[in-house]
């Protein structure tokens, strides 16, 4: 798909900047010429005039309405010299001038040349078109963006050209999302095979998910499957400082898109205008932004009344925030979830990214998209293209395991720091902290294969890390598991109690994570046999913000808010007893583990499952007992 370029006409500027050459080429003449060939009278003080005038030395005087011009009497017959001075008002020197027997009269107007006639009349126009044209150039001209087209769309119109097209082949990870847009393709293929027999077709699809997720690439390539032109704009291009130009820009977006019909119109970021009109709380309406998206509702009604097949994408990951009125069946018929993709789809999209970049021997892209769940598309992209560099910056020609392997420490736990130098007795506490960490993870369900623990510092504050990567995709977890995932996250404090008898401040992140996962366990996911199967939502909320229409959990009373407490806290105690004691039991591990990674720094692969499976299983932890 290739921009369709707006035609461009310079004849206009053109004519302009000739017009305003010549009007700068009169002004010149007129302000300059005079003053260079012309040689005026001296001039002289009002004073001396008067003077000269009561002695008798005048012969003869012009009084002008700016200039008074007079000579001087001779003895001989040589020119008479001629004087200028600023008149004031004074209605004494004609009687002065009677008086004395001077000849006077008044200077008669100036008669217009045809040169100062065609100024008059040339130089204000060329001087207003002259304006005009700046405007208009600071407006970026007389096209989309120019001054005089303020309320026109700003939407970019892709239409088959030379370059490579969009299709669904270039997008993986989403085949739900794909089979759904077929059937979108075929209706603007083929529309008449399905009016023929009364079906509708839809206006409006809405695609739904998380950031990254692939909703752009869909549109473009639902649009280069059809071979239809290809409207693209964001919500935030309607909005303007001035009432009515978002309205006008969606008037104008789908006149032009009926004339191409059939065709795509795409809404990126669909929020932005189609926000819930009743969320506004306590603070009233955005004028600008409600006209907007009346006038859009408006559309997405009006033009299905032709033969015009003009149909909507639109894309958000807030669905919960848009009004009701978009949602409803008749505007955006579907909606189509473009979630995060599985394993599968993980590694389908390397394999599309991989293509542009030269893999080694010992690439296995499988084992990729196994250590990155939770990735969307653009991550993975992300991904490939960090691996690139690593290779490139490590003089080698193809991209190989290792390269991936650093690519995802450094998304995932950031830049590594070597510079950043820890003193010994810090150094020997984040060793017995990671290693903590490790063991008892190696030990407890729900928690990933522990793959490498490092005490390099990395990001804007870990001083080392353990990195545990899941062998699977999972969806659902049960009690036991979440527990274990607490413990493991409390194992590096209790590493530092059971060593150093003290704790520091390397367990903060830690600490805050494990209660709020112990408060979720407790508030939303039902998992407390004294607070019951309730959801609970603790704290104030700003009521006037809204909600984008979602249901509130239930404000909690006193007495329940100090019940969530209770149980938050026995969870997060349990689960520090199931880590000391995993610990204590494997103390001698726990020494050995850490003295090797203080001489090597980082400990990976089957080096550490090697040491990890000698981890003992406590006979029998606190949770278990708890649990009986």
Same mark, same amino acid.
């Given at each position: 798909?290739?921009?369709?370029?707006q035609p461009?006409?310079?004849?206009?500027?053109?004519?302009?900047n000739?017009?305003?050459?010549?009007?700068?080429?009169?002004?010149l003449?007129?302000?300059?010429?005079?003053?260079?060939f012309?040689?005026?009278?001296?001039?002289?003080?009002y004073s001396?005039f008067?003077?000269?005038?009561q002695e008798?030395e005048?012969n003869r005087?012009?009084v002008?309405?700016?200039q008074?011009?007079y000579?001087?009497?001779?003895?001989?017959?040589?020119?008479?010299p001629v004087f200028a001075t600023?008149?004031?008002f004074?209605l004494?020197?004609?009687?002065?001038?009677?008086?004395?027997?001077?000849?006077?009269a008044?200077t008669?107007p100036?008669?217009n040349?045809?040169f100062t006639t065609?100024?008059?009349?040339v130089?204000?126009?060329?001087?207003?078109?002259?304006?005009?044209?700046?405007?208009l150039?600071?407006g970026?001209?007389g096209?989309p963006?120019?001054?005089?087209?303020?309320?026109k769309?700003?939407?970019?119109?892709?239409?088959?050209g030379?370059?490579?097209?969009?299709t669904?082949?270039?997008?993986?990870?989403v085949?739900?999302?794909?089979?759904?847009l077929v059937e979108i393709?075929?209706f603007?293929?083929?529309?008449?095979?399905?009016?023929q027999?009364g079906a509708?077709?839809?206006?409006?699809?809405?695609?739904?998910?998380?950031?990254?997720?692939?909703?752009?690439?869909?549109?473009?390539?639902v649009?280069g499957?059809?071979?239809?032109?290809?409207?693209?704009i964001?919500?935030?291009?309607f909005v303007?400082?001035?009432?009515?130009?978002?309205?006008?820009?969606?008037r104008?977006?789908?006149?032009?898109a009926?004339k191409?019909?059939?065709c795509i119109?795409?809404i990126?970021?669909?929020?932005?205008?189609?926000?819930?009109r009743?969320?506004?709380?306590?603070?009233?309406?955005?004028?600008?932004?409600?006209?907007? $998206?009346n006038q859009?509702? /408006?559309?997405?009604? %009006? =033009?299905?009344?032709g +033969?015009?097949?003009?149909? !909507?994408?639109a894309a958000?990951?807030?669905?919960e925030?848009?009004?009701?009125?978009?949602?409803?069946?008749?505007?955006?018929d579907?909606?189509?979830?473009?979630?995060?993709p599985?394993?599968?789809?993980?590694e389908?999209i390397?394999?599309?990214?991989?293509?542009?970049?030269?893999l080694g021997d010992d690439?296995? $892209?499988?084992?990729i998209a /196994?250590r990155?769940? %939770? =990735?969307a598309?653009? +991550?993975l992209?992300n991904? !490939?293209n960090?691996?690139?560099?690593?290779?490139?910056?490590?003089?080698?020609?193809?991209?190989?395991?290792e390269?991936?392997?650093?690519a995802?420490?450094?998304?995932?736990?950031?830049?590594?720091?070597?510079?950043?130098?820890?003193?010994?007795?810090e150094?020997?506490?984040?060793?017995?902290h990671?290693?903590g960490h490790?063991m008892?993870?190696?030990?407890?369900? %729900?928690n990933g294969?522990?793959?490498k623990i490092?005490?390099?510092p990395?990001g804007m504050?870990?001083l080392?890390?353990?990195?545990?990567?899941?062998t699977?995709?999972?969806?659902?977890m049960?009690e036991?598991?979440?527990?274990?995932?607490?413990?493991?996250?409390l194992?590096?404090?209790s590493?530092?109690e059971?060593?150093?008898?003290?704790i520091t401040?390397?367990?903060?992140?830690?600490?805050?994570?494990?209660?709020?996962?112990a408060e979720r366990?407790?508030?939303a996911y039902g998992?407390?046999?004294?607070?019951?199967p309730?959801?609970?939502q603790?704290?104030?909320?700003?009521?006037?913000?809204?909600?984008g229409?979602?249901?509130?959990?239930r404000?909690?009373?006193?007495?329940t808010s100090?019940?969530i407490d209770s149980?938050v806290k026995?969870?997060?105690e349990?689960?520090?007893?199931?880590a000391?004691?995993?610990?204590?039991?494997?103390?001698?591990?726990?020494e050995?583990?850490?003295?090797?990674?203080l001489?090597?720094e980082?400990?990976?692969?089957?080096?550490?499952?090697?040491?990890?499976?000698?981890?003992?299983?406590?006979?029998?932890?606190t949770a278990?007992?708890?649990?009986?």
């Amino acid at each position: 798909m290739a921009i369709k370029e707006q035609p461009k006409s310079p004849r206009f500027r053109i004519i302009a900047n000739i017009l305003l050459a010549v009007s700068g080429l009169f002004l010149l003449l007129n302000l300059f010429l005079p003053g260079l060939f012309a040689s005026g009278p001296t001039g002289v003080p009002y004073s001396l005039f008067i003077h000269q005038v009561q002695e008798g030395e005048v012969n003869r005087v012009s009084v002008g309405q700016n200039q008074i011009l007079y000579e001087l009497k001779t003895e001989n017959t040589e020119p008479a010299p001629v004087f200028a001075t600023t008149p004031i008002f004074d209605l004494e020197l004609p009687k002065l001038l009677e008086e004395k027997g001077v000849e006077f009269a008044a200077t008669p107007p100036p008669k217009n040349t045809w040169f100062t006639t065609l100024l008059s009349w040339v130089i204000p126009p060329l001087i207003f078109i002259g304006i005009w044209q700046f405007f208009l150039a600071r407006g970026g001209g007389g096209g989309p963006q120019g001054a005089l087209s303020i309320g026109k769309s700003k939407a970019k119109v892709y239409v088959e050209g030379e370059s490579a097209k969009i299709t669904f082949a270039d997008v993986a990870g989403v085949e739900e999302a794909k089979t759904e847009l077929v059937e979108i393709v075929d209706f603007l293929k083929t529309p008449a095979r399905f009016t023929q027999i009364g079906a509708r077709i839809p206006k409006g699809v809405l695609l739904v998910g998380p950031p990254g997720t692939g909703k752009t690439l869909l549109a473009k390539a639902v649009a280069g499957e059809a071979g239809v032109p290809f409207f693209s704009i964001s919500g935030s291009e309607f909005v303007e400082l001035f009432v009515g130009v978002g309205s006008s820009r969606v008037r104008d977006l789908f006149e032009q898109a009926k004339k191409q019909a059939p065709c795509i119109v795409f809404i990126d970021e669909l929020d932005a205008i189609g926000k819930s009109r009743s969320s506004n709380g306590f603070y009233g309406g955005n004028d600008e932004r409600e006209q907007t $998206l009346n006038q859009l509702l /408006t559309e997405m009604d %009006g =033009f299905a009344a032709g +033969d015009a097949t003009v149909i !909507v994408l639109a894309a958000t990951n807030r669905p919960e925030s848009l009004d009701s009125a978009l949602l409803r069946p008749g505007r955006f018929d579907r909606q189509v979830l473009v979630d995060r993709p599985d394993l599968s789809g993980r590694e389908a999209i390397l394999k599309i990214h991989a293509q542009k970049v030269k893999l080694g021997d010992d690439v296995d $892209l499988r084992a990729i998209a /196994t250590r990155t769940p %939770g =990735f969307a598309g653009a +991550d993975l992209a992300n991904l !490939v293209n960090e691996a690139a560099l690593l290779a490139a910056r490590n003089m080698r020609q193809s991209v190989a395991q290792e390269d991936f392997a650093e690519a995802i420490e450094r998304v995932v736990a950031g830049l590594e720091k070597k510079s950043r130098v820890m003193n010994e007795t810090e150094k020997k506490i984040v060793a017995y902290h990671e290693v903590g960490h490790a063991m008892v993870g190696a030990l407890t369900t %729900g928690n990933g294969r522990v793959e490498k623990i490092s005490i390099i510092p990395r990001g804007m504050a870990a001083l080392g890390y353990t990195l545990q990567l899941p062998t699977e995709d999972r969806f659902l977890m049960n009690e036991d598991e979440l527990r274990g995932q607490i413990a493991t996250l409390l194992g590096g404090r209790s590493a530092e109690e059971i060593v150093f008898n003290s704790i520091t401040t390397g367990a903060s992140n830690d600490l805050q994570r494990a209660t709020d996962l112990a408060e979720r366990m407790v508030t939303a996911y039902g998992m407390s046999k004294v607070l019951g199967p309730l959801a609970y939502q603790q704290g104030q909320q700003a009521m006037f913000l809204g909600n984008g229409g979602a249901n509130p959990r239930r404000a909690v009373s006193e007495d329940t808010s100090k019940a969530i407490d209770s149980e938050v806290k026995e969870i997060v105690e349990t689960a520090h007893e199931q880590a000391l004691e995993i610990l204590r039991q494997n103390r001698d591990l726990l020494e050995a583990i850490a003295t090797q990674l203080l001489e090597t720094e980082v400990i990976e692969g089957e080096k550490l499952h090697s040491l990890l499976s000698q981890v003992k299983p406590v006979a029998k932890t606190t949770a278990d007992s708890v649990a009986s």
